[in-house]
């Protein structure tokens, strides 16, 4: 949903939107809600429900995150969402499918007059303890691997984007893929860039979350940067909550019954989540889809648990 644009923005920067290569249809719907609320406009009221279509397969959206869609899948998502699609994509500035993006359709021009940020937070998922550890050769076909399509962009960029900025998880520099990171390290090398690293946990940075990441910044030319030093943790969860919530966000008293059990018999056989730790686990991004995601328990001093 574009952290980096709201990091600029928090920050007072004065920046423009240029180009983002997002296939997920739920990440586009969220990208434009949080970036350009107010674009209303109907860019799709001059092309009929087939070219739509055929815009939409040759981009290569996606509903799972996964794979792109058919065009039949498209079809059956009705003339409304396809248009409410094709309107998210232009008015996010959307090139969709990486693996479709060419260097030309960055449009880098002017790099005396503008500093162009490219930032590749390309999917942990190959990388990541929690998947099967593919990793992220070069043409290894893996999820990971699509680091590779940035090596190919910028080989077809006549300007290059003067900062680059990874996100991944630390896994991305270990052992099993500390060769291919090194690879990566060494092309940018070749290309001018010059690369600083760091594993570091928001928990460092005022952030009430232990949550690692590998970040890298490249600079195209002879610089120097050194990443900001910890801060201390002034804030806890609880500071960070809303006190009033909107019920569509309550869980029924079924599903709370369903997780109580489920905890209680995970910690009976010494596992689970347990009060008092230190850190909790981060809150899934599919939480619900699993019964041992986590879920926030409110207790009321008045009304008891809740």
């Not at 949550?211 to 490249?218: G, H, L, P, Q, Y």
Request: glycine share 6%; hydrophobic share 30%; with cysteine.
């Amino acid at each position: 949903y574009g952290s980096q644009a709201l990091s600029l923005k928090y920050l007072g920067a004065e920046f423009e939107h240029w180009k983002i290569a997002e296939w997920a249809v739920k990440s586009i719907q969220a990208y434009k809600d949080m970036h350009f609320p107010n674009d209303n406009t109907d860019y799709s009221a001059e092309y009929s429900k087939e070219w739509l279509i055929d815009y939409l397969y040759d981009k290569g959206i996606s509903a799972d995150y996964n794979k792109p869609m058919k065009r039949e899948q498209i079809a059956r998502m009705g003339e409304e969402k396809i248009r409410t699609v094709y309107n998210n994509i232009i008015a996010t500035h959307n090139l969709v499918s990486v693996t479709n993006v060419k260097g030309k359709d960055l449009e880098i021009t002017d790099t005396d007059k503008y500093t162009y940020i490219l930032t590749y937070s390309f999917p942990c998922q190959d990388l990541s303890s929690a998947g099967l550890s593919k990793g992220m050769a070069k043409g290894s076909g893996t999820r990971s691997g699509l680091l590779w399509e940035i090596e190919r962009i910028l080989d077809e960029c006549e300007e290059l984007p003067q900062i680059l900025l990874m996100e991944n998880v630390p896994e991305v520099i270990g052992v099993k893929n500390a060769k291919h990171f090194s690879e990566w390290f060494m092309k940018l090398e070749s290309l001018g860039y010059k690369s600083w690293y760091k594993v570091m946990n928001a928990k460092d940075y005022e952030m009430p979350q232990n949550r690692e990441r590998c970040f890298m910044v490249s600079a195209l030319g002879d610089y120097y940067y050194e990443f900001p030093n910890p801060k201390p943790l002034r804030l806890r969860l609880k500071d960070l909550l809303e006190d009033k919530v909107d019920e569509k966000y309550y869980l029924s008293d079924k599903t709370i019954e369903m997780f109580v059990k489920h905890t209680e018999k995970k910690q009976a056989q010494g596992c689970g989540f347990k009060e008092g730790e230190g850190y909790g686990k981060c809150i899934s991004t599919r939480a619900g889809s699993r019964t041992d995601d986590n879920f926030l328990w409110r207790r009321s001093r008045d009304k008891g648990d809740g």
